[in-house]
């Protein structure tokens, strides 16, 4: 009986809290980065001077095309005999380059379709080669799949376009800029215009047609995406788990991320959008006209010359054909870049819905923290401070002051149940037998010493969506990846600052730097805690056990969200030094008013003065 109960309780609850946080981290806690091995060569797109992939390239992806080529079931133009097509099977494959203030963007004559878009402002984890959006082992990126009258299943790809312009290349420097492909089909001709525009990701594409029912059935045409984006981070784990392909319907996100080598997912009626992203960037394809559904198909390929760990994504829409026969157009808007929240928010289509923050119920609480609170602070301070590693310290300062009235009655809370454990503890023993006394008087205890035995926890739990809101946050924050603090050279990605022989199952084969300084940290904290201070020895094994925790689990987790969570421990312990040391003084303060005048010394009517003087100002403001 040297512990006491309530001692007990909390650490009873505090360690199956921990088993939950640690067991869902976990499971829904992304694949951490591993560095290479010593030696082993990067994978990287090889792109020719016309913007197609090499033929080694090519050759080794056709394998990995070859289930997508499968579901769309396309012919072989270049073999079959379609008057549809006999104008388009033959011309010239030139490429044409858009030279834009935030990207260069090739387009190929062979399928009027983006073969290659590289962000200027964006490197690979390498920080040698750009951003590639474009999974330039394909045949392109964007393709129309339509039905002929003889029944032939067609992708444009196939097909030669006419550019409207002899260039080589085109420079996007002020107003609009324009490029158009026409391919003359049957009776008709598909023209595809894409539409450039400074400053911005976005890019117009306008999809007219004449005559149309001459090479292309009533059934209308898909729109497709084919590709996924290619990993740019260090861990194609991690990169993996973010990977996948979403389409919005009614304000309702489906989303298409591999838990199988092959998935694929349709939708029917209207459709908003449909998009294909990995860990930070997306390409988005928004119709402004009507669609009959969607397709999202996703393959996992674990060889690749990209990589041992790729993922592969599809998405198509399916347009109805136009309701006046002889011609007609559809229009689209494409976003091709970061998912950066304040570009994508713009659309007001629901696109941020692609950041994940957890679980359904996580993310209705975690969500608007993020949008509303998390990121216009997080971009304020990163244009302010002179690092965003500045910027994540002065979160953690800033939270901390706006919850300090929850800190502060939580930790007097638990400075209130101190006081009464000698009471807490007669009465266990003299109704040890009997529990209904037992908790009577308790109840009546915590009534006549106005104590609320949850009042210690309440507050803590209020604070849960904001650390897990900040836990989802930082590890998918496009403002801080490649971003350095101190020693670390990337907040998105770990800090390692000693190298192991080894690797520890679940740990890793480095020791974090932040991670580290964090466990040590909350070791501080919860020393600082009185109640961890004074408690059992269940107690003491906590207040080791849950920054072990920690340790293991955040090692190979971004810098960035253990160098938030370090400075959140500091600013904690030092709350609840001045709260403890605050709470001390008002008991000796209370001593001394209960004593009579003349058994008071001289420094102790000293300090009932300035504590009466420091009241009536208290009550003056």
Not at 42 to 58: C, I, L, M, R, Y
Not at 307 to 333: K, N, R
Not at 576 to 593: G, M, V
Request: aromatic letters at 12%.
């Amino acid at each position: 009986m040297g512990e006491s109960g309530i001692d007990r309780n909390v650490v009873i609850a505090s360690v199956l809290i921990a088993v939950i946080l640690f067991g869902w981290l976990y499971f829904a806690a992304p694949p951490p980065p591993e560095p290479p091995a010593e030696g082993e060569a990067v994978a990287t797109e090889q792109v020719d001077p016309d913007g197609a992939a090499s033929d080694e390239a090519a050759d080794a992806a056709a394998d990995a095309a070859d289930d997508v080529d499968n579901v769309l079931n396309t012919d072989d133009v270049s073999r079959i005999d379609d008057p549809a097509l006999e104008s388009a099977l033959d011309g010239e494959q030139r490429s044409i380059t858009i030279t834009h203030d935030l990207y260069e963007a090739v387009f190929s004559t062979k399928g009027a379709t983006l073969r290659s878009f590289t962000l200027n402002e964006y490197l690979k984890w390498d920080r040698e080669s750009q951003v590639q959006m474009v999974d330039t082992l394909t045949e392109g990126s964007l393709a129309m799949i339509f039905t002929t009258p003889s029944a032939h299943v067609v992708d444009s790809r196939d097909l030669y376009f006419e550019a409207d312009t002899e260039a080589s290349s085109l420079n996007v420097e002020s107003g609009e800029t324009r490029l158009a492909f026409t391919a003359q089909l049957g009776e008709g001709f598909v023209r595809k215009i894409y539409t450039f525009t400074p400053g911005t990701y976005e890019v117009g594409l306008e999809i007219e047609h004449e005559n149309a029912e001459s090479f292309i059935t009533r059934d209308g045409y898909e729109l497709m995406w084919n590709g996924g984006i290619p990993f740019a981070e260090r861990s194609a784990d991690d990169e993996a788990w973010y990977a996948a392909a979403y389409a919005q319907s009614g304000g309702s996100l489906e989303s298409l991320d591999l838990s199988e080598d092959y998935e694929e997912l349709s939708l029917r009626g209207q459709v908003d959008w449909v998009s294909v992203k990995n860990k930070y960037f997306a390409a988005v394809i928004m119709p402004q006209g009507d669609t009959r559904g969607a397709e999202l198909i996703g393959e996992r390929s674990q060889t690749h010359p990209y990589g041992p760990q790729h993922e592969d994504y599809l998405a198509s829409f399916i347009v109805p054909p136009s309701s006046d026969t002889q011609a007609g157009s559809d229009a689209f808007t494409l976003y091709v870049g970061p998912m950066e929240y304040y570009r994508i928010s713009g659309y007001d289509v629901g696109l941020y819905g692609m950041v994940d923050f957890g679980w359904a119920v996580i993310g209705w609480i975690v969500r608007p923290l993020a949008q509303y609170v998390f990121i216009p602070t997080f971009w304020y301070l990163g244009d302010w401070l002179p690092s965003y590693g500045l910027a994540i310290i002065m979160i953690a300062f800033l939270i901390k002051m706006v919850l300090y009235p929850l800190t502060k009655s939580s930790y007097t809370s638990m400075a209130q149940m101190r006081e009464i454990q000698p009471e807490m503890q007669a009465i266990k023993e003299k109704y040890e037998d009997d529990p209904q006394k037992q908790q009577q008087a308790m109840m009546k205890l915590y009534k006549e010493s106005g104590v609320n035995p949850l009042g210690s926890c309440l507050p803590m739990l209020l604070q849960w969506p904001v650390l897990v809101g900040l836990y989802f946050f930082l590890q998918q924050a496009i403002e801080i990846r490649q971003k350095g603090f101190l020693w670390a050279t990337d907040l998105s990605a770990p800090d390692p600052i000693l190298s192991l022989p080894f690797e520890i199952p679940f740990y890793g084969d480095y020791v974090a730097g932040f991670c580290a300084l964090m466990a040590v940290s909350l070791v501080i904290q919860m020393r600082v805690q009185g109640s961890m201070g004074q408690g059992g020895t269940q107690a003491k094994i906590f207040m080791y056990l849950m920054p072990g925790f920690l340790f293991v689990f955040f090692n190979r987790f971004p810098s960035g969200l253990s160098l938030y969570y370090l400075f959140y421990n500091i600013i904690s312990a030092t709350q609840q030094k001045f709260i403890n040391r605050n709470i001390e003084q008002n008991k000796e303060s209370t001593k001394l008013e209960q004593k009579a005048p003349e058994d008071l010394s001289r420094r102790e009517k000293q300090k009932l003065k300035r504590k009466r003087k420091k009241e009536r100002l208290k009550e003056g403001a």
